[in-house]
T-cell receptor
Framework: DTAVSQTPKYLVTQMGNDKSIKCEQNLGHDTMYWYKQDSKKFLKIMFSYNNKELIINETVPNRFSPKSPDKAHLNLHINSLELGDSAVYFC????????????FGPGTRLTVT | EDKVVQSPLSLVVHEGDTVTLNCSYEVTNFRSLLWYKQEKKAPTFLFMLTSSGIEKKSGRLSSILDKKELFSILNITATQTGDSAVYLCAGKETSGSRLTFGEGTQLTVNP
């Protein structure tokens, strides 16, 4: 029944490790996104994919690599984790790129120690 | 760089009060202004405003956009404790799907 789901919900790991966060949407949407929400609650776009094609790639360290195996999934892999990567990461989807609202997943709280 | 500014950042009211949340934006190739409500987890969509001067309503919530003055307001009448949340506004550009979010207004409604 869940529209946009993410796993895991919580992730605690040490500096230098590599981790992945998975996102799936069952809404039949064409466009998916990754956002980072820091401690000040600002939501900032990181990446966007439209039908498996990368369309937004903000100024994000190249330790972050998104992968979209199909249009219902958008995963985020992070290499060599740093303390500053600690945040809540939200996945979102929208029906199309331009005219539609975005629906958010429950978030993954990443804590790097 | 695109910018969205919300005010106030924090607001504490009593149940039954009416509140107005403000959002001003500077978004290149602006298309729409979106409002979201964020409680503990995911932001949930409230409104998307594309045309100036047309009020959108959903129950006790309403919102309007002024594209000349580049701002939007979100009104909540007869507030309830369940309205306590962070309210986020975001500007959407025409050419793509990028949303630029404001910092949010933390609304606390006390019984």
């Amino acid at each position: 029944d869940t529209a946009v789901s993410q796993t895991p919900k919580y992730l605690v790991t040490q500096m230098g490790n590599d981790k992945s966060i998975k996102c799936e949407q069952n809404l039949g949407h064409d466009t998916m996104y990754w956002y980072k929400q820091d401690s000040k609650k600002f939501l900032k776009i990181m990446f966007s994919y439209n039908n498996k094609e990368l369309i937004i790639n903000e100024t994000v360290p190249n330790r972050f690599s998104p992968k979209s195996p199909d249009k219902a999934h958008l995963n985020l892999h992070i290499n060599s984790l740093e303390l500053g990567d600690s945040a809540v990461y939200f996945c979102a989807s929208s029906q199309a790129r331009t005219t539609y609202e975005q629906y958010f997943g429950p978030g993954t709280r990443l804590t790097v120690t | 760089e695109d910018k969205v500014v919300q005010s106030p950042l924090s607001l504490v009211v009593h149940e039954g009060d009416t509140v107005t949340l403000n959002c001003s934006y500077e978004v290149t190739n602006f298309r729409s202004l979106l409002w979201y409500k964020q409680e503990k987890k995911a932001p949930t969509f409230l409104f998307m405003l594309t045309s100036s001067g047309i009020e959108k309503k959903s129950g006790r919530l309403s919102s309007i956009l002024d594209k000349k003055e580049l701002f939007s307001i979100l009104n909540i009448t007869a507030t309830q404790t369940g309205d306590s949340a962070v309210y986020l506004c975001a500007g959407k550009e025409t050419s793509g799907s990028r949303l630029t979010f404001g910092e949010g207004t933390q609304l606390t409604v006390n019984p």
